[in-house]
């Protein structure tokens, strides 16, 4: 089956990367890429930011022109989804009939988390995941003047900024007692949460939405997501909250693989193994696979990458660089909006920054957290006074 090539099934961020990464690499073989999705590969972060407001148009979210997969060699696949897997046989089936694979790459990504709402409230409420999210929320967004949302997480709080922005009224419900609770240290939070209140955001924290008695012209639901795994569960592949993977991206299965949000696996900088819903990952993730495809055979490193985060709110920029594990320590230097740093260390070790408007200490964390063999402390941090001044030193 020498012949039958790649075949990536999922068209978003971690597809789109592994079958260009494979060209790039010099892979010969056929690449079909399979999206269910009737747009070209696209990006997704600007949806809920950008695109939402208007300010980004429709033909500037794809990743390529048409022109790319055919110049490519790309079999690229749209509106077509993938209804079966089988392992044994090395074959996808979709509408269209079977085909075979030598290698298979299942980057079915993420679906935001859904709750039951009342009957009243269906036609109202709103997830943002897809561009068709994104212009469905975007049409109502236009009409609408009292805005109802539900979480205060990423997406949530984006939404809430694009819409405050637009002058609308936007309610809050969160149930922790801080926004950002999962993701974020409670200095962030609070540093968020004023702009949010500055902006005239209600912020109901520690309170559950009560649907049977609201009253709000759009509802939308950002409360998390989960992985789309239900593919490679059927098929028979290890699942576990995600597609369970090796260091390797590869899954239970022969010469099958999967990155980005669906796939759950190790990475040095968290204990056990742990999904990771990031643009960064899925291509880190993707270029990783795409070597081992494209490679002569000998031995790969395993995935080691940096983990990393970004949320636009209005003008500030949140950025997280490395994971926070249970029972770190930190240091913070500055406050506010504007160049607030926030360091985290693990046994005296360095193991995430967060940021606010600090995009330099930012991209030095990173640099720093790649060259774990030298790792910083809080006395070099206290001595240098910043990462960006430690990472000029060790150059």
Not at 135 to 148: Q, S
Request: glycine share 10%.
């Amino acid at each position: 089956m020498a012949d039958s090539g790649t075949v990536i099934v999922g068209a978003g961020q971690a597809g789109y990367q592994a079958a260009a990464q494979l060209r790039l690499k010099g892979y010969t073989a056929p690449i079909t890429l399979i999206g269910d999705e009737p747009h070209l590969p696209y990006q997704q972060p600007p949806l809920s930011k950008a695109y939402l407001q208007g300010e980004l148009a429709g033909d500037r979210l794809p990743f390529r022109p048409e022109a790319f997969y055919p110049d490519k060699d790309i079999e690229l696949r749209l509106g077509e989804a993938v209804t079966a897997i089988d392992t044994a046989a090395r074959t996808i089936t979709t509408a269209a009939g079977q085909l075979a694979y030598q290698h298979l790459i299942i980057a079915t990504g993420g679906a935001p988390r859904r709750i039951p709402v009342p009957e009243r409230l269906e036609d109202r409420c709103f997830t943002l995941k897809t561009r068709d999210d994104a212009d469905a929320l975007g049409a109502a967004l236009a009409k609408a003047e009292t805005i109802a949302i539900v979480g205060a997480g990423f997406i949530g709080l984006e939404v809430a900024a694009t819409a405050a922005k637009a002058g609308k009224a936007v309610t809050v419900y969160e149930m922790q007692d801080r926004i950002l609770a999962r993701v974020a240290s409670p200095a962030v939070s609070a540093a968020l949460d004023a702009r949010h209140r500055e902006a005239g955001v209600d912020l109901r924290l520690n309170e559950g939405v009560d649907f049977d008695s609201l009253d709000a012209d759009i509802v939308v639901l950002g409360i998390g997501g989960v992985p789309v795994q239900g593919l490679a569960e059927t098929a028979g592949i290890g699942c576990d909250g995600g597609i369970l993977i090796d260091a390797h991206m590869r899954t239970s299965a022969p010469d099958v693989f999967a990155a980005g949000d669906c796939a759950r696996g190790p990475t040095p900088f968290w204990e056990g193994s742990i999904r990771l819903e990031s643009v960064q990952n899925a291509i880190d993730q993707a270029n990783l696979i795409a070597e081992q495809i494209a490679g002569d055979g000998t031995d790969i490193a395993p995935y080691q990458a940096v983990p990393w985060f970004w949320s636009d709110q209005y003008e500030v920029k949140y950025q997280l660089a490395g994971l926070i594990p249970p029972g770190t320590t930190h240091v913070q230097k500055g406050e506010g909006l504007d160049g607030m740093a926030i360091y985290h260390f693990a046994d005296d070790r360095l193991v995430a920054c967060e940021t606010l408007g600090n995009g330099a200490e930012h991209l030095s964390a990173r640099r720093l957290l790649e060259h774990g063999s030298a790792p910083v402390s809080p006395a070099d941090l206290e001595a240098a006074g910043s990462l960006k001044a430690v990472f000029k030193a060790r150059r």
